[in-house]
């Protein structure tokens, strides 16, 4: 199957400032990749759809312009979170479909907390 | 959007017992997989079953899709087996959208 790799695993950053996540597709091209959010002891929820080479999709109630998402290349998607706040601690996760018949592959995720 | 469910919303083995977890899903879908959960978060995929029956060591998995459930059956359950399980499903309208079930916390005690 596909090999995603996503970090930061974890960061720490100060209310105010902004953090950016990488997911890189390490054994194919991805035209198309997936940001979902966790909230502790809750469920994954979509939060946008990006897309290479063009704007990204976001779900409903998701602020675009808080979260930056960026598909420069087949391989790199980039999740930034803007003036991040508390309430945006959450653990995010990327995902692809795979090439073959295996369904869709997920990053690591990366645990974002906001002080 | 389509709605999963997952039962039991928590589980807590004896290490060596069995266990069966259930996703009902409310609308057809084209694409079905079960994930565990680690305790540092990371999701593993266990099996990409929409319909149909598949074996994978002490886990197995079935799809009836058009009775809209899925089973995941954990044989001899080890300690490492803990974490949360879900259910995630793709249906046949939005494409590549993935909703995901609310997730089985298992805890499997020695």
């Known amino acids: 199957g596909a090999v995603v790799s996503q970090h930061p695993s974890w960061v720490i950053c100060k209310s105010g400032t902004s953090v950016k996540i990488e997911c890189r597709s390490l054994d194919f091209q991805a035209t198309t990749m997936f940001w979902y959010r966790q909230f502790p002891k809750q469920s994954l929820m979509l939060m946008a759809t990006?897309?290479?080479?063009?704007?990204?999709?976001?779900e409903q109630g998701v602020e675009k312009d808080k979260f930056l998402i960026n598909h420069a290349s087949l391989t790199l998607s980039t999740l930034t979170v803007t003036s991040a706040h508390p309430e945006d601690s959450s653990f995010y996760i990327c995902?692809?479909?795979?090439?073959?018949?295996?369904?869709?592959?997920f990053g690591s995720g990366t645990r974002l907390t906001v002080v | 959007g389509i709605q999963v469910e997952q039962s039991p919303p928590d589980l807590i083995l004896q290490e060596g017992a069995n266990s069966t977890l259930r996703c009902n899903f409310s609308d057809s879908v084209n694409n079905l997989q079960w994930f565990h959960q680690n305790p540092w978060g990371q999701l593993i995929n266990l099996f990409y079953i929409p319909s149909g029956t598949k074996q994978n060591g002490r886990l197995s998995a079935t799809t009836v899709a058009t009775e809209r459930y899925s089973l995941l059956y954990i044989s001899s359950s080890q300690t490492t087996d803990s974490g949360v399980y879900f259910c995630?499903?793709?249906?046949?309208?939005?494409?590549?959208?993935?909703?995901f079930g609310t997730g089985t916390s298992l805890t499997v005690i020695p």
């Open positions: 990006s897309n290479e080479g063009s704007k990204a999709t976001y």
């Open positions: 995902s692809l479909r795979d090439r073959g018949v295996d369904g869709y592959t």
């Open positions: 995630a499903v793709m249906d046949i309208h939005t494409g590549n959208q993935f909703y």
